[in-house]
């Protein structure tokens, strides 16, 4: 393993109070989101989407690294350039999502395993010969009546230790991400005691698995309430809870941490970073940054609806949540910037 390069890219990756954009969307969830704004659902059209992105002006100020899908770390600018270069050029790191997809896991109702460890030796190979420099697994963990099962959480923590080692033995930081869901009618707190548990999990099979943790990054949901649940918590609560929840899961060696945003509003999730860096930050021993896709991309999306005429403000709209969640790192963000 070479420690050295893990260790710079993690490093880099939370340089400048900087944080990633997630634009690793498959091809499906591309079109799911495509098909609700009426943006047809083709090849070129992702293209052009992902092109609007990587070149947003002002980008890599506030992005130090962006998760791409596989077709799109092959795609080009419409004049020929590849979209790696545009990439290298900003002086954003290119990363990969990895994983093959959350499957139902066998004698499991209503529960998710991720798929994508077969052959993954030899895709890590090529995608660190292609330029990326970290790789993307997500697993989900669905809440509900007896769910998720010890044994649901046990599965995807296991699948995602022996992902990260083999990101790491091929010189790519992995990104670790265990998402509990948000749909549902659940509290905080029982958000917290399944995040805590799934954490717990995942760093056991982490160390279990030799996986170095100066060179990995962990990509955890926030601790909220279901989205269902009445007992919508302040900005504060939600910060306080999710902090507790890290502190007595995620080991100091750990260079950062990197939200989801998990289908919050782009407002909430800037805010509720912030409020965890505004009272916190001081005392931390990993970075709290962002990787967020739809907390980013949403609003740039709903612009764009797949008109070349509308590019520009897209891009605007980009940056502007890249530059939200940038302040939202130093604590500075403030409802203010929304209006400017
Ligand atoms: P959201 O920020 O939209 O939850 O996406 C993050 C991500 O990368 C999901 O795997």
Partial sequence: MNEKILVETATRLFAGDKGLLAMDESNPTCNKRFAMLNIPQTLEARRAYRELIVTAPGLGDSISGV????????????????????????????????????????AHPGEKITEGLDGLRDRLKEYFQMGARFAKWRAVLIMGEGIPSRSCIAANAHALARYAALCQEAGLV??????????????LERCRVVTEEVLRDVFVQLNCQRVLLEGMVLKPNMVLPGLSCPAQESVDKVADTTMKSLWRTVPAAVPGIAF?????????????????????????????????????????????????????????????????????????????????
Avoid at 78 to 105: F, N, R
Avoid at 175 to 187: A, Q
Avoid at 295 to 312: D, S, T
């Fill in 67 to 106: 998760i791409l899908y596989d077709e799109t770390i092959r795609q080009q600018k419409k004049d020929g350039t590849s979209l790696l270069k545009v990439l290298a050029d900003a002086g954003i790191v290119p990363g990969i999502k990895v994983d093959t997809g959350a499957k139902d896991l066998a």
């Fill in 174 to 187: 992995p990104i670790v991400e265990p998402e509990v869901l948000m749909d549902g009618g659940h509290t």
């Fill in 260 to 340: 989801l945003s998990g289908g919050q509003s782009a407002e909430l999730a800037s805010a509720r970073l912030n409020t965890m860096n505004h009272r916190f930050k001081p005392q931390l021993p990993w970075a709290l940054a962002f990787s967020f896709a739809r907390a980013i991309q949403q609003p740039a999306l709903e612009l764009w609806r797949g008109e070349a005429a509308n590019v520009k403000s897209a891009q605007e709209a980009l940056v502007h949540r890249a530059r939200c969640n940038r302040a939202a790192r130093r604590g500075e963000y403030t409802a203010a910037m929304e209006k400017t």
